[in-house]
């Protein structure tokens, strides 16, 4: 199992994607940057794989979360797809994805969650 990131644009399409190095780690990657950056017109959410789990967004996400609202200044969501659920940060509230997007099993599925 490892941490994947999807970059999700307008339509809910898969924009790109990378996979970590475990099932608790997702460094930093200078590609994942310039994916970003160069899809900064049409991104919508970010979303990444917590295999393990937590349902929730770790000290980490925390802190990258914060960089990318000031490097965009545009709103972003955030999500974190977990083996038992979906969370979702949108305008700086949390909340519980009850309809996930078609491409959350997806997502499990490439980290190798089952």
């Not at 955030?78 to 009850?98: H, K, L, T, Y």
Request: with cysteine; hydrophobic share 45%; net charge negative.
């Amino acid at each position: 199992m490892k941490e994947v990131c999807f970059l999700i644009g307008k339509g809910d399409a898969i924009l790109w994607s990378d996979t970590g190095t475990s099932q608790v780690a997702l460094p930093d990657s200078r590609a994942r940057w310039d994916a970003i950056w160069q899809n900064r017109a049409y991104l919508q959410e970010i979303a990444h794989s917590h295999p393990v789990g937590p349902l929730a967004f770790s000290h980490e996400d925390e802190t990258t979360m914060e960089a990318l609202g000031s490097a965009l200044a545009s709103p972003l969501r955030f999500s974190v797809v977990a083996p038992n659920g979906m969370i979702r940060r949108e305008q700086n509230r949390d909340r519980i994805v009850e309809v996930e997007p078609w491409w959350a099993p997806l997502l499990r599925a490439a980290s190798g969650m089952r």
